[in-house]
Protein backbone atom coordinates (compact mmCIF):
# COMPACT_ATOMS: atom_id res chain seq x y z
CA UNK A 1 0.00 0.00 0.00
CA UNK A 2 3.09 2.42 0.13
CA UNK A 3 3.23 4.84 -2.60
CA UNK A 4 -1.09 5.31 -2.57
CA UNK A 5 -1.18 9.19 -2.30
CA UNK A 6 -4.79 10.74 -3.00
CA UNK A 7 -5.41 14.53 -2.54
CA UNK A 8 -8.04 15.48 -0.93
CA UNK A 9 -8.68 18.29 1.65
CA UNK A 10 -8.72 18.15 5.08
CA UNK A 11 -12.46 17.84 5.69
CA UNK A 12 -12.14 14.78 3.22
CA UNK A 13 -9.36 13.26 5.09
CA UNK A 14 -10.94 13.37 8.16
CA UNK A 15 -14.46 12.07 7.03
CA UNK A 16 -12.46 8.88 4.95
CA UNK A 17 -13.51 6.02 6.43
CA UNK A 18 -10.27 3.65 6.68
CA UNK A 19 -11.30 -0.18 7.21
CA UNK A 20 -8.14 -1.62 7.69
CA UNK A 21 -5.21 -1.88 9.55
CA UNK A 22 -3.17 0.72 8.68
CA UNK A 23 -4.47 4.49 8.93
CA UNK A 24 -2.85 6.65 6.26
CA UNK A 25 -1.13 9.95 7.01
CA UNK A 26 -1.98 13.63 5.70
CA UNK A 27 0.27 15.74 4.47
CA UNK A 28 0.39 18.78 2.25
CA UNK A 29 -2.77 18.03 0.84
CA UNK A 30 -2.50 14.50 0.11
CA UNK A 31 -3.24 11.11 2.16
CA UNK A 32 -0.78 8.27 1.96
CA UNK A 33 -0.28 5.24 3.82
CA UNK A 34 3.61 5.20 4.99
CA UNK A 35 3.48 1.50 5.97
CA UNK A 36 2.72 -1.97 4.53
CA UNK A 37 1.29 -5.32 5.98
CA UNK A 38 4.56 -6.44 5.65
CA UNK A 39 5.39 -4.09 8.59
CA UNK A 40 2.67 -5.01 10.90
CA UNK A 41 4.95 -7.48 12.54
CA UNK A 42 4.93 -9.10 15.82
CA UNK A 43 8.03 -7.77 17.03
CA UNK A 44 6.10 -4.17 16.04
CA UNK A 45 3.15 -4.94 18.04
CA UNK A 46 5.02 -6.20 20.65
CA UNK A 47 7.17 -2.92 21.38
CA UNK A 48 4.59 -0.80 20.67
CA UNK A 49 2.58 -2.31 23.17
CA UNK A 50 5.32 -2.55 25.73
CA UNK A 51 5.96 0.77 25.50
CA UNK A 52 2.22 2.09 25.88
CA UNK A 53 1.44 -0.35 28.54
CA UNK A 54 5.14 1.29 30.46
CA UNK A 55 3.88 4.75 29.97
CA UNK A 56 -0.27 4.89 31.19
CA UNK A 57 0.75 4.64 35.05
CA UNK A 58 3.25 7.16 34.96
CA UNK A 59 1.44 9.57 32.32
CA UNK A 60 -2.00 8.92 34.80
CA UNK A 61 0.62 10.26 37.57
CA UNK A 62 1.22 13.43 35.23
CA UNK A 63 -2.10 13.71 34.14
CA UNK A 64 -2.03 12.45 30.79
CA UNK A 65 -3.12 10.14 28.46
CA UNK A 66 -1.63 7.13 26.37
CA UNK A 67 -2.52 6.41 22.68
CA UNK A 68 -1.69 3.51 20.93
CA UNK A 69 -1.98 2.98 17.33
CA UNK A 70 -4.62 4.69 15.44
CA UNK A 71 -5.32 8.21 16.91
CA UNK A 72 -3.95 10.91 14.85
CA UNK A 73 -1.89 13.77 15.84
CA UNK A 74 -2.23 17.42 14.09
CA UNK A 75 0.47 19.23 13.48
CA UNK A 76 -1.16 22.56 11.17
CA UNK A 77 -3.18 21.35 8.32
CA UNK A 78 -1.14 17.80 8.40
CA UNK A 79 -2.27 14.60 10.24
CA UNK A 80 -0.14 11.42 10.94
CA UNK A 81 -0.16 8.47 13.15
CA UNK A 82 2.74 7.90 15.81
CA UNK A 83 3.06 4.42 16.86
CA UNK A 84 2.49 6.04 20.86
CA UNK A 85 1.73 9.55 21.80
CA UNK A 86 1.43 10.97 25.64
CA UNK A 87 -0.96 14.05 25.50
CA UNK A 88 -1.72 16.19 28.65
CA UNK A 89 -5.31 15.58 29.86
CA UNK A 90 -5.48 19.97 29.92
CA UNK A 91 -4.27 19.95 26.12
CA UNK A 92 -7.19 20.66 22.96
CA UNK A 93 -9.23 17.48 22.37
CA UNK A 94 -10.79 16.34 19.15
CA UNK A 95 -12.43 13.28 18.69
CA UNK A 96 -9.49 11.92 16.27
CA UNK A 97 -6.75 13.70 16.66
CA UNK A 98 -4.78 15.06 19.26
CA UNK A 99 -2.30 18.25 19.24
CA UNK A 100 0.02 19.44 21.66
CA UNK A 101 1.97 15.89 22.88
CA UNK A 102 4.84 15.55 25.13
CA UNK A 103 6.17 12.58 24.14
CA UNK A 104 5.71 10.78 20.34
CA UNK A 105 7.13 7.59 19.26
CA UNK A 106 7.86 5.39 16.51
CA UNK A 107 8.62 1.51 16.18
CA UNK A 108 11.13 1.66 12.73
CA UNK A 109 9.69 -0.85 9.75
CA UNK A 110 11.05 -1.18 6.64
CA UNK A 111 9.07 0.94 4.90
CA UNK A 112 9.27 4.20 7.95
CA UNK A 113 12.44 3.84 8.77
CA UNK A 114 14.29 7.18 6.16
CA UNK A 115 10.46 9.00 7.03
CA UNK A 116 10.91 8.18 10.68
CA UNK A 117 14.07 9.29 11.21
CA UNK A 118 14.24 12.37 9.09
CA UNK A 119 10.36 13.53 8.07
CA UNK A 120 8.76 12.25 11.11
CA UNK A 121 11.91 14.15 13.07
CA UNK A 122 12.23 17.61 11.38
CA UNK A 123 7.69 17.92 12.41
CA UNK A 124 7.10 16.12 15.77
CA UNK A 125 10.31 18.44 16.78
CA UNK A 126 8.77 21.49 15.87
CA UNK A 127 5.77 20.91 17.92
CA UNK A 128 6.71 23.45 21.09
CA UNK A 129 4.89 21.00 23.72
CA UNK A 130 6.95 17.95 22.58
CA UNK A 131 9.56 16.96 25.10
CA UNK A 132 10.46 13.54 24.20
CA UNK A 133 10.53 11.45 20.51
CA UNK A 134 11.94 7.97 21.05
CA UNK A 135 12.57 5.61 18.00
CA UNK A 136 13.03 1.92 18.40
CA UNK A 137 14.28 -0.54 16.43
CA UNK A 138 12.74 -3.81 15.99
CA UNK A 139 15.23 -5.38 14.13
CA UNK A 140 17.52 -5.08 17.14
CA UNK A 141 17.71 -3.61 20.87
CA UNK A 142 18.18 -0.53 19.94
CA UNK A 143 16.39 3.42 20.63
CA UNK A 144 17.48 6.42 19.54
CA UNK A 145 15.53 9.18 22.25
CA UNK A 146 15.82 12.42 21.33
CA UNK A 147 14.83 14.60 24.23
CA UNK A 148 14.29 18.47 24.22
CA UNK A 149 16.59 20.65 27.01
CA UNK A 150 16.03 24.76 26.51
CA UNK A 151 15.66 25.49 22.50
CA UNK A 152 18.25 22.02 21.89
CA UNK A 153 17.11 18.75 20.82
CA UNK A 154 19.63 15.93 22.59
CA UNK A 155 20.02 12.39 21.19
CA UNK A 156 20.84 9.61 22.90
CA UNK A 157 21.12 6.61 21.48
CA UNK A 158 20.85 2.78 23.83
CA UNK A 159 21.89 -0.63 22.41
CA UNK A 160 21.38 -4.13 23.97
CA UNK A 161 21.08 -3.22 27.41
CA UNK A 162 20.45 0.02 29.40
CA UNK A 163 17.35 2.37 30.67
CA UNK A 164 15.63 4.67 28.89
CA UNK A 165 14.35 8.21 31.17
CA UNK A 166 11.78 10.26 30.39
CA UNK A 167 11.96 13.09 32.55
CA UNK A 168 8.76 14.22 30.98
CA UNK A 169 7.12 11.59 33.04
CA UNK A 170 9.34 11.32 35.43
CA UNK A 171 9.76 7.84 34.17
CA UNK A 172 12.83 5.35 33.72
CA UNK A 173 12.46 2.47 31.29
CA UNK A 174 14.87 -0.17 31.04
CA UNK A 175 15.57 -1.99 27.35
CA UNK A 176 14.31 -5.41 29.11
CA UNK A 177 11.09 -3.83 29.87
CA UNK A 178 10.85 -2.45 26.06
CA UNK A 179 11.45 -5.69 24.33
CA UNK A 180 10.06 -8.28 26.30
CA UNK A 181 8.81 -11.36 24.59
CA UNK A 182 10.32 -9.81 21.07
CA UNK A 183 12.69 -12.50 19.63
CA UNK A 184 15.54 -10.87 17.78
Known amino acids: MTG ?22 YVGGYAF ?3 TLEDLTSAHSLIKGNLAARLYGAAALHEARVSNGQFLLRIGQDFLCP ?48 QTYLIAEQSERRVYLHQREGGD ?7 GEGEIHIPCLGLSLSLDELYEGVTL
Do not use: C
Open 4 to 25: FFQKMSVEEYLAWEVTGPIQPE
Open 153 to 159: WRLQEVV
Open 33 to 35: FTR
Open 83 to 130: DVMVLPLNAPQHEQYGVSPSLLAEVLSPSTTQNDRVGKYAMYTSIPTL
